[in-house]
């Protein structure tokens, strides 16, 4: 099991994030503003602006799909983007560490 150092740090119920400014910035100044076409400016948010869930492949729950290179296009997902994903975002960091605790476990198994 994989512990994470700031767990206690990861707000779950919404109640706890909503409304806060760690949990939302918009850079209106970035050159690709809004870098995903059809997002709402006023509610866009650019806290994860490369998406956490990528790493979780199919599982992600976004819009996305995948190009020949096997590389995922998110062109279409503005799922992390939209203000109140932060806390479904964050609850899944486990998930994420656990993940990548998984890889780094089968590649010590292969060395």
Request: one cysteine or more; aromatic letters at 16%; glycine letters at 6%.
């Amino acid at each position: 099991m994989v512990q994470l150092a700031a767990e206690a740090m990861i707000p779950m119920n919404k109640n706890e994030w909503q409304g806060k400014h760690y949990a939302f910035f918009c850079n209106r100044d970035c050159e690709y503003f809004p870098c995903h076409p059809g997002a709402d400016p006023e509610n866009f948010n650019c806290l994860f602006c490369y998406c956490p869930l990528y790493f979780l492949g199919r599982d992600c729950g976004g819009n996305f799909r995948y190009l020949p290179s096997g590389y995922k296009d998110c062109t279409n997902c503005a799922y992390p983007h939209r203000r109140e994903s932060y806390g479904a975002i964050t609850a899944r960091y486990r998930e994420i560490a656990a993940r990548m605790a998984e890889l780094e476990a089968a590649e010590k198994h292969h060395n």
